[in-house]
């Protein structure tokens, strides 16, 4: 009886600590989860040449890891709704999505080529953003158009209806980024990026890097020729000026434009040149958002520019890395940053 009590106490033991176990491993991996979207950057750092940045950036912020591993990021968007951020992996022709406590996880595929053989290195959607209905309106690189996703970001399928894909019949090179106005008119650039052989592609329509304008009535405008590699777009808060970034190591320079009353841009101005960074830190001009008191979050070599709306650069969120755009969340209390193979977060 004592033999046969001593071995039931000891499979007890075994089996509330094989439990224990497993709990601990449990919780464990739930702690990783819940951590994942905290890690620090250790690459990461927020500059400021001025006091007045941390009027923008609380001077305790940091720079957080919240996705890496991919090929390269873009075209970040966040959901209201859903409270979830959406972005790009355009090689893989992808875009993932995540959540707060969660690991980011493939949102969507394809994303911008329906082919099954692409030929180039980035056939999938660069920017993303949402119409005034809700609806997810990609910039798709391999299809060469800016489309319309037929389903609710809630339930994505990849079913597109092009909205736009060529001017005046010759084909977009390949759409890069976007940016509505609250009238309905999208806004839009057009840069070879999305091409095989980018600017020495046969099968480039046109001989120049167009910014247009498709009006929501859907008639398009064809604004300026005047970028070698027209990138970023976005607008002041009022609405009067439009910025456009030129992603060019031999020019790589932000403008800013005049929005006159019929949607055309004049005036065309120099808003800040960085090619003489070029090289000595990674990246190009490329995205960028404007927040409510109309300073620019705008990428470039070495990370994301903190510009004040007269273009004194204010600071910096350097990340080490080749970064390619940035979006607010609905209340501009954080800013996400897509940089090389990161997703990036800093709390504003």
């Known amino acids: 009886m004592k033999k046969i009590l001593y071995l039931s106490l000891v499979a007890l033991n075994t089996l509330i600590l094989l439990q224990c176990k497993t709990e601990k491993k449990e919780n464990s991996v739930k702690e ?27 001077e305790a912020s ?19 709704e859903q409270e979830m951020l959406l972005y790009t992996d355009i090689p893989r022709n992808s875009i993932y999505s995540w959540k707060e406590g969660e690991k980011a996880k493939l949102y969507l595929k394809p994303s911008g080529f329906m082919g099954e053989e692409f030929g ?4 999938g959607a660069n920017g993303l953003l949402l119409n005034s209905e809700g609806e997810m309106v990609l910039c798709q690189h391999g299809e060469r158009q800016i489309a319309l996703m037929q389903s609710s970001v809630s339930e994505p399928t990849a079913n597109y209806k092009t909205l736009t894909s060529a001017y005046k019949g010759k084909r977009f090179n390949s759409p ?19 091409l095989p052989q980018r600017m020495d592609d046969p099968g480039k329509e046109l001989n120049y890097q ?19 590699r027209p990138n970023g ?18 020019l790589a320079i932000w403008k800013v434009f005049d929005v006159l009353k019929d949607g055309s841009i004049s005036n065309a101005k120099l808003f800040f040149n960085a ?27 070495g990370g994301v520019f903190i ?9 910096k969120i350097k990340t080490g890395q080749a970064t390619s755009n940035c979006a607010f969340n609905t209340d501009k209390s954080a800013l996400y940053i897509t940089a090389d193979s990161y997703v990036l977060r800093v709390k504003l």
Do not use: C, M
């Not at 180039?120 to 056939?123: I, N, R, T």
């Not at 003489?276 to 979050?297: A, M, R, S, T």
């Open 275 to 301: 090619t003489e960074l070029v090289g000595k830190e990674k990246g190009l001009p490329d995205g960028l958002k404007v927040d409510n008191e109309g300073n620019l979050f705008a990428t470039g070599p």
């Open 233 to 250: 777009i976005a607008f002041s808060p009022d609405e009067k000026k439009l910025y456009v970034a030129n992603s060019d190591p031999e």
């Open 210 to 228: 167009g910014v247009y304008r498709l009006s929501k009535e859907g008639e398009l405008t064809l604004l300026t020729t005047e970028f070698t």
């Open 307 to 315: 510009f004040s709306p007269e273009g004194k650069v204010l600071g």
């Open 120 to 123: 180039g290195s980035e056939p």
């Open 32 to 58: 990783q989860e819940k951590s994942y979207a905290t890690r620090i950057f250790e690459e990461g750092e927020i500059e400021a040449y001025g006091e007045s940045l941390w009027s923008i950036i609380p």
């Open 176 to 194: 890069n980024d976007a940016a509505y106005r609250s009238n309905g008119d999208l806004y839009f650039t057009d840069p070879p990026y999305g």
């Open 62 to 80: 940091v720079v957080e890891v919240l996705a890496e591993g991919h090929d390269w990021t873009e075209g970040p968007l966040w959901l209201p």
